[in-house]
């Protein structure tokens, strides 16, 4: 072997080319078992073995150029029709593409494992193929004519094999440089592949020379994801500049306000009689130069305003192409991780009396790098469960009027933005008495309690640790811990596996996945004044639960659902630790959960759907309970998305302790409707009552704080339809309060009046430019202002 491999850069290639190639050679030889004289894949075979022996040769392998030059051999002699591609011949050639791989990866890394342990293997696998292939070939070349009697001389006796023989040169290759090696075209159609510490994008190639226009590149995987976060924060910063806009859309309507003050200001002026014509004059000329500087600075505004949001659309279009780029890059054909899957569904099949196949539909269905890496271990539990426990052995098969070999069906498509994985065989289904007696045995449930388990029920049962329908434990089953492990994989990815069956049509097992771990499609909520997401593959149904719904059993809140009973906790507690608090109306609740581990969550208001971009916790902070990561919204504030597996856990330990409090029954609604919620902000006693008494008076549900931070952490923790706040308060004072509010997005668009003693203008602009929708001077309660701007910004109390 030449000293060119120990540079990494030439072993990791000849490794990506070896399993490409390898790759190609196993799936069509799977197809030649099917198809002895398919042309086309002939064809395929004896190009994928050209391509190795070529690859070997530049690197100096000469047990690899030996190895791919007599499968060409063998795949040129069945294009000629010298040799019958029989399960004979097909099992032989397959042995040559597993000593392909062992080559390329050898065992424990020995690099001269080719010259050393495993050099009798190759030797006697080359010199078996090379004496048959001669044979034939003498065979045919000394076959007599019409009418001849001469006798064919038999071929000599194969001796030990000459690399020589083949080309291979004695003395080692000389260097190949990286960028000669990198620029190497292949002659297979198959892309060359990347591993996970070299994700490239999928490249493409036509004939014997690539298109340098797409070229593949080496990049680590950890550039990806920083990547990726990098655009993900791009995305969500270029969406800020929107709030700014919506500012300065309220500066304009301010300044506009502004322009008719001043006009209302002139035409008092001239009604003016008790000052001189000079003195007239002035103040009228100042005050048109004051209009004429208020209409350029509103055209200036206006133009700023439309230049802002041509810039917030290109932005955000470009970040937003930015992102799908880099996500793309983290995407790869769900083929990427089938390769043996065939091979090894025919070979168990072979080894269990059961002839199998596998069909793979949807193979270049896109996922994302790291759900297909946890992808495969689980797919072999399904194949090998479908091959073991699903296929009926041929004479069943045959009284049940099927083929005597069997099909097993991987499918994989996109679905409401989801990845649907299924395995499904053509069996003779489950046998759901012998899963109940075996339920019973195990003491999982009583007889009577087994005899009421629904179907669904009962195939729950198939996925619990150690269980198992085997009485005696093989190389292939009977441990219970497949199909454990496969639920064990999809609830770390965020997904859900179910079963169906048909009783003597088969099984079919489907998982449920993201596309992507990077971005999670979410249920914002509201908790204890809070944002938190709740990832929506894990969740089952959201309603507005009506107070006469919930019923008390064994202490405990309930409901009805699908008729079954569904526990009721409060999301403030588990999560925040706190007293739930009572809120009028019906009661928002997300339902998740599996079996009987199914609950009902109270959350305090929906906030509505998002994709999110997840953003890993500090490693430093360990597991956080009932948290899975966090992410940023649209507008840049942080939150949490909890974990649902987790949550589901944490209430069931409270639960068994009896620690989680009974949820506070909701204010009713009166006349089916629920009176708006004002909340009055004031340090005074004497105004917080008037303005309470004025709008109770009137129908509204008034709420009190005796200052800004009262009255910011009541804005965050209820919701209210409008907030009422003077501006000189200690601790934090009005104008403060309405610039908390307008920022922060869940309450921006809260309507917010002040009322004040203040009524200078510079005063009502300060409390204006702040965000306020209202300002009002506390001298006109007299005369019913108050309501009638109440009732302007939110209406009558019951509409």
């Given at each position: 072997?030449s000293?060119?491999?120990?540079?990494?850069?030439?072993?990791?290639?000849?490794?990506?080319?070896?399993?490409?190639?390898?790759?190609?050679?196993?799936?069509?030889?799977?197809?030649?078992?099917?198809?002895?004289?398919?042309?086309?894949?002939?064809?395929?075979?004896?190009?994928?073995?050209?391509?190795?022996?070529?690859?070997a040769?530049?690197v100096?392998v000469?047990?690899?150029?030996?190895?791919?030059?007599v499968?060409?051999?063998?795949?040129?002699?069945a294009?000629?029709?010298?040799?019958?591609?029989?399960?004979?011949?097909?099992?032989?050639?397959?042995?040559?593409?597993?000593?392909?791989?062992?080559?390329?990866h050898?065992?424990?890394?020995?690099?001269?494992?080719?010259?050393?342990?495993?050099?009798?293997?190759?030797?006697?696998?080359?010199?078996?193929?090379?004496?048959?292939?001669?044979?034939?070939?003498?065979?045919?070349?000394?076959?007599?004519?019409?009418?001849?009697?001469?006798t064919?001389?038999?071929?000599?006796?194969?001796?030990?094999?000459?690399y020589?023989?083949?080309?291979?040169?004695?003395?080692?290759?000389?260097?190949?440089?990286?960028?000669?090696?990198l620029?190497?075209?292949?002659?297979?159609?198959?892309?060359?592949?990347?591993?996970?510490?070299?994700?490239?994008?999928?490249?493409?190639?036509?004939?014997?020379?690539?298109?340098p226009?797409?070229?593949?590149?080496?990049?680590?995987?950890?550039?990806?994801?920083?990547?990726?976060?990098?655009?993900?924060?791009?995305?969500?910063?270029?969406r800020?500049?929107?709030?700014?806009?919506?500012?300065?859309?309220?500066?304009?309507?301010?300044?506009?306000?502004?322009?008719?003050?001043?006009?209302?200001?002139?035409?008092?002026?001239?009604?003016?009689?008790?000052?001189?014509?000079?003195?007239?004059?002035?103040?009228?000329?100042?005050?048109?130069?004051?209009r004429?500087?208020?209409s350029?600075?509103?055209?200036?505004?206006?133009?700023?305003?439309?230049e802002?949001?041509?810039?917030?659309?290109?932005?955000?279009?470009?970040?937003?192409?930015?992102?799908?780029?880099?996500?793309?890059?983290?995407?790869?054909p769900?083929?990427?991780r089938?390769?043996?899957?065939?091979?090894?569904?025919?070979?168990?099949?072979r080894?269990l009396?059961?002839?199998?196949?596998?069909?793979?539909?949807?193979?270049?269905?896109?996922v994302?790098?790291?759900?297909?890496?946890?992808?495969?271990?689980?797919?072999?539990h399904?194949?090998?469960?479908?091959?073991?426990?699903?296929?009926e052995?041929?004479?069943?098969?045959?009284?049940?009027?099927?083929?005597?070999?069997?099909?097993?069906?991987?499918?994989?498509?996109?679905?409401?933005?989801?990845?649907?994985?299924?395995?499904?065989?053509?069996?003779?289904?489950?046998?759901?008495?012998?899963?109940?007696?075996?339920?019973?045995?195990?003491?999982?449930?009583t007889?009577?309690?087994?005899?009421?388990?629904?179907?669904?029920?009962?195939?729950?049962?198939?996925?619990?640790?150690?269980?198992t329908?085997?009485?005696?434990?093989?190389?292939?089953?009977?441990?219970?811990?497949?199909?454990?492990?496969?639920?064990?994989?999809?609830?770390?990815?965020?997904?859900?596996?179910?079963?169906?069956?048909?009783?003597?049509?088969?099984?079919?097992?489907?998982?449920?996945?993201?596309?992507?771990?990077?971005?999670?499609?979410?249920?914002?909520?509201?908790?204890?004044g809070?944002?938190?997401?709740?990832?929506?593959?894990?969740?089952s149904?959201?309603?507005?639960?009506?107070?006469?719904?919930?019923?008390?059993?064994?202490?405990?809140?309930?409901?009805?659902?699908?008729g079954?009973?569904?526990g009721?906790?409060?999301a403030?507690?588990?999560?925040?630790?706190?007293?739930?608090?009572?809120?009028?109306?019906?009661?928002?609740?997300?339902?998740?959960?599996?079996?009987?581990?199914?609950?009902?969550?109270?959350?305090?208001?929906?906030?509505?759907?998002?994709?999110?971009?997840?953003?890993?916790?500090?490693?430093?902070?360990g597991?956080?309970?009932?948290?899975?990561?966090?992410?940023?919204?649209?507008?840049?504030?942080?939150?949490?998305?909890?974990?649902?597996?987790?949550?589901?856990?944490?209430i069931?330990?409270?639960?068994?302790?009896?620690?989680?409090?009974?949820?506070?029954?909701?204010?009713?609604?009166?006349?089916?409707?629920?009176?708006?919620?004002?909340?009055?902000?004031?340090?005074?006693?004497?105004?917080?009552?008037?303005?309470?008494?004025?709008?109770?008076?009137?129908?509204?549900?008034?709420?009190?704080?005796?200052?800004?931070?009262?009255?910011?952490?009541?804005?965050?923790?209820?919701?209210?339809?409008?907030?009422?706040?003077?501006?000189?308060?200690?601790?934090?004072d009005g104008?403060?309060?309405?610039?908390?509010?307008?920022?922060?997005?869940?309450t921006?668009?809260?309507?917010?009046?002040?009322?004040?003693?203040?009524?200078?203008?510079?005063?009502?602009?300060?409390?204006?430019?702040?965000?306020?929708?209202?300002?009002?001077?506390?001298?006109?309660?007299?005369?019913?202002?108050?309501?009638?701007?109440?009732?302007?910004?939110?209406?009558?109390?019951?509409?």
């Amino acid at each position: 072997m030449s000293d060119d491999l120990h540079n990494a850069t030439l072993l990791d290639l000849f490794r990506m080319e070896t399993q490409t190639q390898a790759q190609v050679l196993g799936d069509g030889l799977l197809a030649l078992e099917r198809a002895p004289t398919d042309a086309s894949r002939l064809e395929a075979c004896m190009r994928a073995a050209h391509s190795l022996k070529g690859a070997a040769r530049i690197v100096g392998v000469d047990a690899g150029v030996a190895l791919a030059h007599v499968l060409e051999d063998a795949f040129v002699a069945a294009q000629r029709g010298a040799l019958l591609l029989d399960a004979t011949i097909i099992d032989r050639l397959l042995q040559g593409v597993d000593l392909l791989m062992r080559l390329a990866h050898p065992p424990g890394r020995d690099s001269g494992w080719a010259q050393g342990e495993g050099r009798a293997e190759i030797d006697a696998f080359v010199t078996s193929l090379t004496g048959q292939l001669a044979a034939l070939t003498s065979d045919a070349a000394q076959a007599p004519g019409p009418g001849s009697t001469a006798t064919p001389t038999p071929p000599a006796e194969p001796t030990a094999f000459d690399y020589a023989s083949y080309g291979v040169p004695t003395s080692p290759p000389p260097a190949v440089s990286q960028a000669m090696t990198l620029a190497a075209p292949t002659s297979s159609a198959t892309p060359v592949p990347y591993d996970d510490a070299r994700d490239s994008p999928e490249t493409t190639e036509s004939g014997d020379s690539a298109d340098p226009a797409s070229r593949a590149l080496r990049v680590s995987a950890d550039s990806l994801n920083r990547l990726l976060r990098l655009s993900s924060e791009g995305l969500v910063a270029s969406r800020w500049t929107r709030p700014f806009a919506q500012s300065l859309q309220r500066l304009k309507r301010h300044q506009h306000d502004a322009g008719d003050a001043l006009d209302r200001a002139s035409s008092a002026l001239a009604q003016v009689a008790d000052r001189s014509g000079e003195d007239r004059q002035r103040l009228q000329a100042a005050l048109a130069d004051l209009r004429r500087a208020l209409s350029v600075g509103g055209q200036l505004l206006a133009e700023q305003i439309h230049e802002l949001d041509q810039f917030d659309r290109r932005s955000t279009q470009l970040s937003q192409r930015l992102y799908d780029e880099a996500l793309a890059c983290r995407m790869r054909p769900l083929d990427d991780r089938l390769g043996g899957f065939a091979r090894m569904v025919r070979d168990l099949g072979r080894s269990l009396g059961k002839p199998a196949r596998l069909e793979i539909r949807g193979a270049h269905t896109q996922v994302d790098r790291d759900i297909l890496d946890q992808l495969e271990a689980p797919l072999d539990h399904l194949l090998r469960n479908a091959v073991d426990h699903g296929l009926e052995r041929p004479a069943e098969r045959a009284a049940a009027g099927k083929p005597a070999e069997g099909v097993i069906t991987l499918s994989a498509r996109h679905s409401a933005g989801l990845l649907l994985v299924s395995v499904a065989d053509d069996g003779a289904g489950i046998d759901l008495e012998r899963v109940r007696r075996a339920v019973v045995a195990r003491g999982l449930a009583t007889p009577d309690t087994a005899q009421r388990l629904d179907d669904n029920e009962l195939l729950e049962f198939l996925m619990l640790p150690g269980f198992t329908l085997r009485d005696t434990v093989t190389e292939v089953s009977g441990r219970g811990v497949g199909l454990d492990a496969v639920r064990a994989m999809v609830a770390t990815v965020r997904g859900t596996v179910r079963i169906e069956h048909a009783p003597g049509r088969g099984t079919k097992v489907i998982l449920q996945l993201p596309l992507t771990l990077s971005v999670v499609r979410s249920l914002l909520v509201e908790i204890a004044g809070e944002p938190y997401a709740l990832p929506l593959a894990n969740l089952s149904r959201t309603l507005a639960l009506p107070q006469e719904r919930i019923a008390v059993l064994e202490g405990r809140p309930h409901f009805t659902l699908d008729g079954k009973q569904i526990g009721l906790v409060s999301a403030q507690q588990v999560l925040c630790g706190s007293a739930p608090v009572a809120a009028p109306g019906d009661q928002p609740v997300v339902v998740f959960g599996d079996g009987e581990a199914r609950y009902g969550l109270a959350v305090d208001k929906f906030l509505g759907e998002r994709m999110l971009v997840v953003q890993p916790l500090d490693a430093r902070l360990g597991k956080v309970p009932n948290i899975a990561a966090g992410a940023l919204t649209e507008d840049g504030a942080p939150l949490l998305i909890i974990d649902t597996a987790d949550l589901v856990r944490s209430i069931a330990k409270a639960v068994e302790r009896g620690s989680l409090e009974r949820l506070p029954m909701r204010a009713a609604q009166a006349s089916g409707r629920t009176s708006k919620r004002v909340l009055v902000v004031d340090d005074s006693l004497t105004v917080r009552e008037l303005e309470r008494k004025l709008l109770a008076a009137r129908g509204y549900e008034v709420r009190v704080a005796v200052d800004g931070m009262d009255g910011w952490n009541a804005v965050r923790s209820e919701t209210f339809d409008m907030v009422i706040t003077d501006v000189d308060m200690p601790r934090m004072d009005g104008v403060e309060l309405v610039t908390l509010i307008k920022r922060d997005a869940r309450t921006a668009a809260l309507p917010v009046m002040i009322v004040s003693y203040k009524d200078r203008e510079e005063d009502r602009q300060r409390g204006l430019d702040a965000g306020a929708d209202y300002y009002l001077a506390k001298g006109s309660f007299h005369d019913d202002a108050l309501l009638r701007a109440v009732v302007d910004l939110i209406g009558e109390p019951g509409s």
